[in-house]
């Protein structure tokens, strides 16, 4: 008897001991769910997405536009363009039913139209439909372009069950688990009843897991099937069922469901599931795609519609007629249903285009807007300037270009920016795809040349008392002292001296010498404070040598720069980022534009003017034999360094200011002028994307006047021995006469005297 009771006693501690710990564990395991569950749920990613397209008359969108981005976002044609997401051609009208879409400024709701294109293929007309009334502009739903994976490279777009039809939450319940909100996490039935069946069977046949089993098995338990695992399972179901709501767990279930892989990142979520499946958000399907996505939940790789189709119309179908038999979906819904395409998208990619250069600068950006990775809770919506066809178009030209040099060491850049507003629209930061390497086009700082050149020339302009276009300047040998004390000799690049030459002209063709003078006269140091004022970062030394481009600047940065001479003066800051919210459409940044001015209106057309003189008579007038007549709605500037280390050229039109460098990362030669490498690679990018000829109407305060051919004296209309350029508007009286002694006779009466430079610098 002594010896039961002992046993006894045994088994009561041990029962004791194994209680406790057990007890302890449960509260581990509780501790574990709520901190997860409450404080980092999901590791979400950062989602890319480019440009919206606006329709809009009078706007210059074609029609060939338009149906390039419907066919990339998934459109379909159809007959009558009912469902969003379809449209329907017919003659010159276009009957467009664009989807919904949370934008970052609004939402805008989904919303059927009928363009009406002219007989040179542009938006005439825009109407609501069928009311025919006018119609606002209005935006089509921008694509996405890339992401900034979570740390567990997870891919999902985080919704709140709000955004989840009611008829998806009820077809989960119909076919996952139908006693959800009557349990407390598991079911016991349902366990023995799979564990009977599987047992039958000698294999795995049925499953009894709840909803909420099966959220806890995806978030923090692996996939094995041991019994300690199942254990698990079923203490945090409980835990998570006490601590939460059954929403909250639902919510929670339909942001981690997985839907699959692309390209090595898996697919969690209905949001993203559905946006990869369908090209919709989860509140714009239709009862057959609900009924996919349902169905693939218990085998996404075994009901992959891109994969599998006729496996996954027939556990679609299955889906559908439960759906039907419960009343969930009407007789007509179903039929309609059945007929329903399995596969909703062409494109078996999230993204049509891999991760393009531009990828990087947004990513350098929005570490400075959202620095950290806490966002990962959140998600973010990154929308973008990007415009794809204007990236795949500089990339094709850029390419084919690149061929052309077998020495792979031969690097390029490139940067297209809408000058009107500093949005960064296409970026190359090398030969090949960089990768997240290293990306030439905003982090390699390189001697600009000869593109400091009209920065100089139109900081003179400024002062029309002191220069204008029609001013005669001496192309002829100098010798300075420079900072070292040491002399220095410049030379043009023809290495000849031309004599008097007029600014206009010296602009166009390039010409050192006179840059020099004009540099010294405006003065380096005010050169360096205007330049920083600009936006212009890193050392600039205020030497005679900065009026030739010593100073170090990036593509972009060049782009920025030359952005004031082609927007009237003033200019944004680059930027690639227009608004960042999460996933659930909470505002984190807007972009509120802010221009800085840095030219006055007349000297910035003044620039305007003689930069598109460079296209047609200058250093870069071979554009014309390049891509014909479209050169001449262009402006620009060739640039080369010492050694032909650099090869550069920046042009623009009435949209866009490109910036193209060549040369080598270790700072060799290239051998290649500005017109002979950079203009070339440019010129096979603007024959792409094409020209929108620059718009040469001169504001208000300038006119066109006549200088003197060898004084630069403004003269009148009718004088003889005049060039003819446009200037600030100046009175009669402020006009020399005709009859003026020539530069000869002036110098015969009275030795000229020399200027303050030449007297400082020798």
């Known amino acids: 008897?002594?010896?039961?009771?002992?046993?006894?006693?045994?088994?009561?501690?041990?029962?004791?001991?194994?209680?406790?710990?057990?007890?302890f564990y449960v509260i581990y395991l509780d501790s574990v769910v709520t901190k997860r569950f409450t404080e980092a749920r999901y590791e979400a990613p950062a989602l890319l997405y480019s440009r919206a397209l606006e329709l809009r008359v009078d706007y210059g969108v074609s029609r060939e536009e338009v149906l390039r981005e419907l066919h990339a976002l998934d459109y379909r044609e159809t007959r009558y363009a009912r469902n969003p997401g379809e449209f329907q051609q017919q003659g010159q009208h276009l009957l467009l039913h664009r989807r919904a879409f949370d934008f970052p400024d609004q939402y805008e709701h989904a919303q059927r139209v009928r363009l009406t294109f002219d007989a040179d293929g542009f938006i005439q007309e825009l109407v609501?439909?069928?009311?025919?009334?006018?119609?606002?502009?209005?935006?089509?739903?921008?694509?996405?372009?890339?992401?900034?994976?979570?740390?567990?490279?997870?891919?999902?777009?985080?919704?709140?069950?709000?955004?989840?039809?009611?008829?998806?939450?009820?077809?989960?319940?119909?076919?996952e688990d139908r006693e959800f909100y009557h349990h407390h996490g598991v079911r016991p039935s349902a366990i023995l009843r799979a564990a009977m069946a599987n047992l039958r069977a000698g294999r795995t046949v049925q499953g009894g897991s709840t909803i909420t089993q099966q959220l806890v098995k995806n978030m923090f338990l692996s996939m094995d099937q041991r019994m300690t695992r199942k254990i698990n399972e079923a203490i945090m179901a409980l835990s998570l069922d006490y601590r939460?709501?059954?929403?909250?767990?639902?919510?929670?279930?339909?942001?981690?469901?997985?839907?699959g892989q692309d390209r090595g990142h898996a697919i969690h979520g209905v949001g993203l599931g559905s946006q990869f499946y369908f090209g919709k958000a989860p509140e714009d399907l239709n009862p057959a795609e609900i009924a996919q996505l349902i169905g693939m939940?218990?085998?996404?790789?075994?009901?992959?519609?891109?994969?599998?189709?006729?496996?996954?119309?027939?556990?679609?179908?299955?889906?559908?007629?439960?759906?039907?038999?419960?009343?969930?979906?009407?007789?007509?819904?179903?039929?309609?249903?059945l007929e329903a395409p399995v596969v909703g998208r062409q494109n078996t990619r999230l993204m049509a285009m891999s991760r393009p250069d531009y990828v990087d600068l947004v990513q350098h950006e929005l570490r400075r807007l959202i620095p950290g990775r806490d966002w990962q809770e959140t998600g973010l919506r990154v929308f973008t300037y990007f415009d794809p066809y204007l990236q795949q178009?500089?990339?094709?030209?850029?390419?084919e270009r690149m061929h052309e040099f077998p020495d792979t060491a031969i690097q390029t850049a490139v940067v297209i920016s809408d000058y009107r507003d500093g949005t960064v629209r296409a970026l190359i930061g090398g030969r090949s795809r960089v990768n997240a390497g290293f990306n030439r086009a905003f982090q390699a700082r390189r001697q600009i040349g000869s593109l400091m050149k009209p920065f100089v020339y139109t900081l003179a302009l400024e002062n029309e008392r002191a220069f204008t276009l029609g001013s005669v300047l001496m192309d002829e040998p100098l010798s300075l002292r420079n900072e070292r004390g040491q002399l220095w000799e410049p030379k043009n690049f023809d290495d000849e001296f031309v004599g008097p030459v007029t600014l206009y002209r010296s602009w166009v063709d390039s010409r050192n010498i006179p840059a020099i003078q004009v540099g010294l006269t405006v003065e380096p140091q005010r050169i360096r404070s205007q330049l920083q004022q600009m936006g212009m970062t890193g050392t600039i030394h205020p030497y005679p040598s900065i009026a030739l481009g010593t100073v170090e600047l990036t593509p972009l940065q060049i782009t920025h720069l030359y952005s004031y001479l082609a927007n009237q003066g003033k200019a944004y800051a680059p930027t690639t980022i227009a608004g960042i919210t999460t996933h659930r459409g909470d505002h984190l940044y807007v972009r509120e534009p802010r221009a800085v001015r840095g030219f006055s209106e007349e000297a910035a057309y003044l620039a305007r003017y003689a930069s598109h003189g460079v296209m047609q008579e200058g250093t870069g007038r071979q554009m014309q034999r390049m891509i014909g007549n479209s050169a001449q709605g262009l402006a620009g500037k060739t640039g080369s360094t010492n050694d032909l280390r650099d090869s550069w050229f920046v042009a623009f039109d009435e949209r866009y200011v490109m910036t193209t460098w060549m040369g080598r990362d270790d700072n060799q030669p290239i051998g290649l002028t500005g017109s002979r490498g950079a203009l070339v690679t440019s010129a096979?990018?603007?024959?792409?994307?094409?020209?929108?000829?620059?718009?040469?109407?001169?504001?208000?305060?300038?006119?066109?006047?006549?200088w003197h051919r060898e004084t630069g004296a403004p003269m009148g209309a009718n004088c003889p021995d005049?060039?003819?350029?446009?200037?600030?508007?100046?009175?009669?009286?402020?006009?020399?006469?005709?009859?003026?002694?020539?530069?000869?006779?002036?110098?015969?009466?009275?030795?000229?005297?020399?200027?303050?430079?030449r007297r400082v610098f020798n």
Request: aromatic share 8%; with cysteine.
């Open 393 to 399: 178009q500089a990339e094709d030209a850029v390419t």
């Open 684 to 706: 096979g990018i603007w024959r792409e994307t094409g020209v929108v000829p620059l718009d040469l109407e001169p504001p208000a305060g300038v006119q066109t006047l006549y």
């Open 297 to 337: 939940i218990r085998g996404p790789s075994l009901y992959n519609p891109f994969r599998h189709a006729e496996r996954a119309r027939e556990r679609r179908d299955l889906v559908l007629r439960l759906m039907f038999s419960h009343d969930l979906i009407s007789q007509t819904q179903y039929l309609a249903a």
């Open 244 to 259: 939460f709501s059954k929403d909250e767990i639902l919510e929670a279930y339909f942001n981690e469901v997985f839907f």
């Open 1 to 23: 008897m002594n010896r039961v009771g002992h046993l006894l006693n045994l088994f009561a501690k041990l029962a004791l001991i194994g209680g406790v710990t057990l007890l």
């Open 128 to 175: 609501q439909w069928p009311t025919q009334e006018p119609a606002p502009p209005l935006r089509l739903e921008p694509q996405l372009i890339g992401r900034f994976a979570s740390d567990n490279n997870e891919d999902r777009l985080l919704v709140g069950l709000e955004q989840v039809p009611v008829l998806m939450q009820q077809t989960l319940l119909l076919v």
């Open 722 to 757: 005049t060039l003819a350029f446009p200037g600030k508007a100046i009175s009669a009286a402020q006009l020399t006469p005709c009859a003026e002694p020539s530069r000869d006779a002036e110098e015969d009466s009275e030795p000229r005297r020399r200027p303050w430079w």
